[in-house]
C-alpha cells in the first residue's frame, strides 16, 4: 500500500509569492491534516480536511489555506509568503468517518519550503 | 483548543540505559495519546498509542503511561539502542491532533 505522498520535496521561493503543495493521501483514508514544522516549535495544526470539507482550523492567518478535492487528495496554498514561513510542511492522512476518527495519522516526508 | 507540553527538549543517555519523556495537555476531553518517532528527513511515525480508557500499553522496549486526573503522560524506552536516536513527538487529540514541541534523544554508544 503507497503511503502518504508529497510534492514538491524541496522548493524555494521570495517575499511576497505564493506556493501550492500537494498531498496524496493513504488510499481509502478520508482525512487530510496539515501541519508546519519549524526548529523549536514542533508540529503546529493548520487545518484538517474531511470529505472536501474543512473540519478543523489551526491559529494560522488567513494567507493559509486549503482544499481537498473528491478522490481525497489535498492541496495547501500559503499567499504573499513571509521569511517566517519557512518550514517543513507535513501531511498526514487518517482513516476517518463522519464524527469520528480512529487517530492513527500517517505522515509524508513533508515539503521543504525556503522563503528569501 | 488543546495545548500540549512536552519536556525535556533534548535528552542523552548511555545506551542500555532507560529514557523516560513527559507531557501534559490541557484540553479534559482529549482522548487519544501517540507518540511519534521522527528520523532525520523522514516523516513522524506512530511508535506507541494510548487512549483514555487505559492506564499503560507496553509494546517490547517501549512503554506509555497516561494519569487522565493529572493530565499527563509518559513516554518510556528501556535498554535504549543507538537507533532509537531520533525526534520524539507527544501528541493529544479530541477534534484534531496536537503535538508537543519534541525531545530530541541521544543515545549514546
Known amino acids: 500500500k503507497a503511503g502518504v505522498t508529497q510534492t514538491p520535496r524541496y522548493l524555494i521561493k521570495t517575499r511576497g509569492q505564493q506556493v501550492t503543495l500537494s498531498c496524496s493521501p493513504i488510499s481509502g483514508h478520508r482525512s487530510v491534516s496539515w501541519y508546519q514544522q519549524t526548529p523549536g516549535q514542533g508540529l503546529q495544526f493548520l487545518f484538517e480536511y474531511f470529505s472536501e470539507t474543512q473540519r478543523n482550523k489551526g491559529n494560522f492567518p488567513g494567507r493559509f489555506s486549503g482544499r481537498q478535492f473528491s478522490n481525497s487528495r489535498s492541496e495547501m496554498n500559503v499567499s504573499t509568503l513571509e521569511l517566517g514561513d519557512s518550514a517543513l510542511y507535513l501531511c498526514?492522512?487518517?482513516?476517518?468517518?463522519?464524527?469520528?476518527?480512529?487517530?492513527?495519522?500517517?505522515f509524508g516526508e513533508g515539503s521543504r519550503l525556503t522563503v528569501l | 483548543g488543546e495545548n500540549v507540553e512536552q519536556h525535556p527538549s533534548t535528552l542523552s543517555v548511555q545506551e542500555g540505559d532507560s529514557a523516560v519523556i513527559k507531557c501534559t495537555y490541557s484540553?479534559?476531553?482529549?482522548?487519544?495519546f501517540p507518540w511519534y518517532k521522527q528520523e532525520l528527513g523522514k516523516g513522524p511515525q506512530l511508535i506507541i498509542d494510548i487512549r483514555s480508557n487505559v492506564g499503560e500499553k507496553k509494546d517490547q522496549r517501549i512503554a506509555v503511561t497516561l494519569n487522565k486526573t493529572a493530565k499527563h503522560f509518559s513516554l518510556h524506552i528501556t535498554e535504549t539502542q543507538p537507533e532509537d536516536s531520533a525526534v520524539y513527538f507527544c501528541?493529544?487529540?479530541?477534534?484534531?491532533?496536537?503535538f508537543g514541541a519534541g525531545t530530541r534523544l541521544t543515545v549514546k554508544p
Open positions: 501528541a493529544a487529540r479530541e477534534l484534531d491532533m496536537r
Open positions: 484540553d479534559s476531553a482529549s482522548n487519544y
Open positions: 498526514a492522512s487518517s482513516l476517518a468517518g463522519r464524527g469520528w476518527n480512529t487517530g492513527e495519522l500517517f
